[in-house]
């Protein structure tokens, strides 16, 4: 979903939804980042950029390690990065710019095999 005047809360799915991507640029949908997605078995990509989510980034999202793109890009996200993240073996894009993002970043990150791309700029 991109660029279009939705708004509310933003959607989970269940392990049981077919979907292996999750998409949301640029609308109005607000919110935290749902725990339900780390139930996923199928998830490959998980992007919600120029947008308006806010809080943390969770933990359990580490388990999701069919995951090749992780963007968070340009939100209101706060907190640090999970040192969970490390076990995601199959990311080659992991981008937080433009957020809250602060602290020390888990050193595991860097020893991500496919990791080509890597982004923190414009945070804390």
Known sequence: VQKYNFSGEIPTFTTNSNFIGYTFIATQIQGTLPIELSLSDRLEDLELYDGITSGTLPSQYGVLTK??????????????????????????????????????????????????????????
């Open 67 to 124: 995951l090749t793109s992780f963007l968070f890009s340009r939100n209101k996200l706060s907190g640090t990065i999970p040192s969970e993240y490390c076990s995601l073996i199959r990311v080659n894009r992991m981008n937080f710019d433009g957020n809250n993002i602060s602290g020390t970043i888990p050193s595991g990150l860097f020893l991500l095999p496919k990791l080509t791309d890597f982004d923190l700029s414009e945070n804390k």
